[in-house]
Structure formats: C-alpha cells, structure tokens
T-cell receptor, first 110, second 119 residues
Framework: LAKTTQPISMDSYEGQEVNITCSHN???????ITWYQQFPSQGPRFIIQ???TKVTNEVASLFIPADRKSSTLSLPRVSLSDTAVYYC???????????FGKGTRLHILP | GAVVSQHPSWVICKSGTSVKIECRSL??????MFWYRQFPKQSLMLMAT?????????EQGVEKDKFLINHASLTLSTLTVTSAHPEDSSFYIC???????????????FGPGTRLTVL
C-alpha cells in the first residue's frame, strides 16, 4: 500500500477555493487515488476518485499529474460546513483494506 | 447510495464487562467488512478485516481474544469488546466495500460509528 503525505492542517475563509495536495511517491500502476471527508463523530464519506488527469464532480475536483506521484483535491468556494478532516488514500484491489494516513484538518473561517 | 449502519451509536459500560457492536450493510451484501478504531484528534486505525464464513484477520498489535469479530451473514458483522477497560474507550467505525453497488475502485461505505465509554 502506497504511503501518502498531506498537510496536517489548513485554514481558509468562506468563499475561497481550497487546494489540498497529497504526495504518494510509491503509487503502483493499478492504484487509484481516493479522497474521503470526515466530520467529527461520523464515519468518513467518499468525495472523489481518480486515476490520472482531472476528475470533477458536484463536490470537488481532483488533479493528478502525469507521473501520478501527487494529487490535489480542490474544493471550490468553501463554506463553514466544509470544516472537516480530508483523507487522501491510494487504493488497489477492489476489496482491499484501506489504511488511513493522518489526513488534513481543514478549518473554514467566516 | 449504499448505507452501512451501526448499533448502538453510543454505549457506556463498566470496566470488565463485554460490549457488542453491530455493523450492517442495509442495501447491499458484503463478504468483507472492516473495523476501525479512532481516538480523539487522531486518524482511523484499522483493527481487523471481517470475513463472511471464515475467521477475521487482525492487524498487528490488535488482540484477537479481546476484540472478537463474527461475520454472521453477508450483511452483518459484529465486534465484541471483551472485558472492556477504560483504555478501550474510543470511537469504533466499520466499513464495507461497495463492490456489488459501486463502479469505483474499492469504494468503502462507512458506518456512522459507535462511541464506547468504559467507566
């Protein structure tokens, strides 16, 4: 399982775009990059997943460079409700266990 | 989307007693489920993999005799914390891979968690 490294914490303001970068130097050819969001006292929930280039959904965008050794989660126009911990994960097989890193604690200020 | 439930959502027990936590996949089947433990301000720590029809696989350092896991059916896994002590107080979360309901690679559906407090 590829190890991931991301900032421990970030602060931003409402209405701003937030970019959280994650490095995964040892990512394997078959691995996908997945981001989860966790609010206090809740289980994590899936945000976005990608293999390469750019992926966008109704919540976020995920940018992955050609070498796939890093990825950037982009949250457009954040609000207070986006305050949460964001985990970057590299996943392989379909039912493989997932090992969580420390995550990034995002704090949105008014 | 797929839903995973946990019961109870919180439990308080006395030291030395056992506590059972249930994890159910409500609208899909899961031959594998995962159990995590999370302490305040920390990340999720994988405890074990629950396998339907066979023994659970425990992560290094997790006592299998203390944390009993039973995958009773394709929709239910239980975690029993035996002889609980205050240091077992934590937030316990289960997950199930959505292989049967999701096209994404290894998308996990997480339960809401169970807060265990041992007095």
């Amino acid at each position: 399982l590829a190890k991931t490294t991301q900032p421990i914490s970030m602060d931003s303001y409402e209405g701003q775009e937030v970019n959280i970068t994650c490095s995964h130097n040892n990512i394997a050819t078959n691995d996908y990059i997945t981001w989860y969001q966790q609010f206090p006292s809740q289980g994590p929930r899936f945000i976005i997943q990608g293999y390469k280039t750019k992926v966008t959904n109704e919540v976020a965008s995920l940018f992955i460079p050609a070498d796939r050794k890093s990825s950037t989660l982009s949250l457009p126009r954040v609000s207070l409700s986006d305050t949460a911990v964001y985990y970057c994960l590299v996943v392989g097989g379909r039912d493989d266990k997932i090992i969580f890193g420390k995550g990034t604690r995002l704090h949105i200020l008014p | 989307g797929a839903v995973v439930s946990q019961h109870p959502s919180w439990v308080i027990c006395k030291s030395g007693t056992s506590v059972k936590i249930e994890c159910r996949s409500l609208d899909f089947q899961a031959t594998t489920m995962f159990w995590y433990r999370q302490f305040p301000k920390q990340s999720l720590m994988l405890m074990a993999t629950s396998n339907e029809g066979s023994k659970a696989t425990y992560e290094q350092g997790v006592e299998k005799d203390k944390f009993l896991i039973n995958h009773a059916s394709l929709t239910l896994s239980t975690l029993t914390v035996t002889s609980a002590h205050p240091e077992d107080s934590s937030f316990y979360i289960c997950s199930a891979p959505g292989t049967s309901v999701s096209l994404r690679r290894n998308e996990q559906f997480f339960g809401p968690g169970t807060r265990l407090t041992v007095l």
